[in-house]
């Protein structure tokens, strides 16, 4: 639902039709790296086509988009640049999602229950901050999900900052509008 929240949001913020964002994830299913001790994990490519659909609609086209790009996070970078670049070539314009999606919990919970009461009320206590900034990104944003909440790092030539707060309340509206709709 997440994943596809915010990719939901980059289409609303580009006005992209059909929207990628890498999802970053750790590719240790394989046999060959299950004992491997080092930090292992790359991007997979989770694309939506938003014409037309409703939230509803996109989370049921989401599942099967998101099991592929999690299962293909295993994958040569200079292929995926060359493939990019080859695309790129053909459209006359470079092709690169650079919207990354970092969900970084340890295991999801799965959903909890609460009452709708509950997370409209809940509302009230939003806050954004900025507690740091960095000088130079791999992506133009990447929104990153901990168990302590959700943090946005942006390359301010693609996304003010208000535009990145705008981007997370929306973010939060959206969720709080499916969970209680």
């Known amino acids: 639902m997440l994943l596809t929240a915010v990719t939901e949001l980059v289409g609303r913020f580009t006005g992209h039709e059909t929207c990628a964002v890498l999802p970053i994830s750790a590719n240790r299913f394989r046999r060959d790296t299950t004992d491997i001790v080092a930090t292992m994990s790359q991007e997979g490519l989770f694309t939506l086509d ?13 599942g099967p988009a ?18 990019t670049a080859s695309a790129g070539a053909e459209r006359g314009e470079p092709v690169h999602p650079y919207c990354c999606f970092n969900d970084m919990r340890f295991a999801d919970p799965g ?15 939003t806050s954004v901050t900025w507690p740091m900034s960095q000088d130079k990104l791999n992506c133009r944003f990447c929104v990153h999900l901990t168990t302590e909440g959700v943090s946005l ?18 973010l939060e ?7 209680v709709g």
């Not at 014409?51 to 989401?62: H, P, V």
């Not at 959903?111 to 206590?125: H, N």
């Not at 790092?153 to 997370?168: G, H, K, N, V």
């Not at 509206?173 to 969970?179: I, R």
């Open 173 to 179: 509206s959206l969720l709080v509008e499916a969970a």
């Open 153 to 170: 790092t942006a390359d301010t030539r693609y996304l003010s900052r208000p535009d990145m707060e705008r981007y997370l309340l929306e």
């Open 111 to 125: 959903p909890a229950r609460f009452d709708p009461a509950e997370i409209t009320a809940a509302l009230t206590r």
């Open 50 to 62: 938003r014409r037309g659909a409703s939230f509803a609609g996109l989370l049921r086209a989401a």
């Open 66 to 83: 998101a099991l592929r790009a999690y299962r293909s996070a295993y994958h040569d970078p200079a292929d995926r640049n060359r493939i």
